[in-house]
């Protein structure tokens, strides 16, 4: 059974990040297309992937990812409207004044949007906002347009599409933490401003033999807000070599992060991030000593860690289709 259909049982999506270029590969394609039930462009939506040349954007990564999304009947996870990394050098480099980065930013996300409402269901609009201290990162968008750049972004976004899901997306959120309470403050706010805010994203990119957080804790805390959550970024990556024990541990660290996310009824999604180890963001050697995060290997075999995957969702009491806070059931 495919690990989307199993997930489907819970009223659970079951998504990938996913390259374009990663589909010419026919192995990749196939478990692009039969195993999730989202697709997330893992960099084809970023700034300086849209409009690395000013006034030029470039459409077709995204474009691809979304058609393939269509063509298999997946909903289409928007990544990331708003971010302070991967922006083009002529927008980081080009001395603008504060109203100036406003207008651009304005146009930024109103030019994404509209180019793919109705297509994509959910938006990552704000990425990364939140310092380990709880306080909001001093990013361009933060000194140019101040904090409620976060407010403005939600607004305009959901103004282009008011269908779509609106999610601010985190990192190092995932226990109680000064980080994770500056998130949940932020959304506290946001809500009773009447700003549009509908989830949390959860990334967990974890290292092998870090101790998985109680993340069901932190996911009822925001549910409890009246919020969406959802598992948005999940690999676990280890150091060379690869063991039969590491694999096991690594297929134990998914099976966890699987079951944390069932025992709320408010999580509504678990992203990968990416599909196999040929195509992961930490090609081991290269930018990192780590390696081997995703649930298939270099040649795209399952590897302990999706039979891991496949059992927690098995395992599991079936919930029923459309019991999850905003999912739509997977269509056919």
């Given at each position: ?55 030029t ?7 691809a ?10 909903e ?19 001395h ?7 207008a ?7 030019t ?88 949390i ?7 092998l ?57 408010a ?66």
């Amino acid at each position: 059974m495919t690990l989307r259909a199993l997930a489907a049982r819970h009223g659970l999506g079951f998504g990938a990040a996913l390259t374009d270029s990663g589909l010419t590969d026919p192995r990749y394609r196939a478990l692009a297309a039969t195993q999730f039930s989202s697709v997330t462009p893992e960099n084809a939506m970023k700034w300086d992937h849209v409009e690395r040349v000013r006034h030029t954007r470039t459409w077709d990564p995204a474009d691809a990812l979304a058609r393939f999304a269509a063509r298999h009947g997946q909903e289409l996870r928007g990544h990331p409207l708003v971010w302070h990394d991967q922006l083009p050098h002529w927008l980081t480099e080009g001395h603008f004044t504060p109203g100036e980065l406003a207008a651009l930013l304005r146009t930024h996300v109103t030019t994404l949007t509209r180019r793919y409402a109705g297509a994509v269901t959910a938006w990552d609009v704000v990425n990364e906002p939140v310092e380990e201290d709880g306080s909001l990162c001093r990013t361009l968008w933060h000194e140019a347009l101040g904090p409620d750049y976060i407010a403005q972004a939600l607004t305009w976004a959901h103004t282009v599409d008011p269908e779509a899901r609106l999610y601010l997306n985190e990192f190092g959120a995932l226990d109680e933490s000064p980080k994770t309470k500056g998130l949940h403050d932020l959304a506290a706010s946001l809500l009773d401003r009447g700003i549009p805010l509908h989830g949390i994203g959860f990334q967990c990119h974890l290292l092998l033999g870090q101790e998985v957080p109680a993340l069901a804790r932190t996911l009822n805390r925001f549910a409890e807000l009246g919020l969406e959550v959802a598992v948005t970024e999940l690999s676990v990556r280890m150091l060379p070599p690869v063991t039969p024990a590491k694999l096991a541990a690594q297929a134990a660290t998914y099976r966890a992060v699987v079951e944390e996310c069932l025992a709320v009824p408010a999580c509504t999604g678990l992203t990968v991030w990416g599909v196999g180890d040929a195509d992961s963001w930490v090609p081991q050697g290269s930018r990192s000593p780590y390696g081997t995060p995703t649930l298939y290997d270099g040649a795209y075999r399952p590897k302990p860690a999706r039979e891991a995957v496949a059992r927690a969702l098995a395992a599991a009491p079936d919930g029923g289709l459309g019991t999850r806070a905003g999912h739509t059931a997977e269509r056919r």
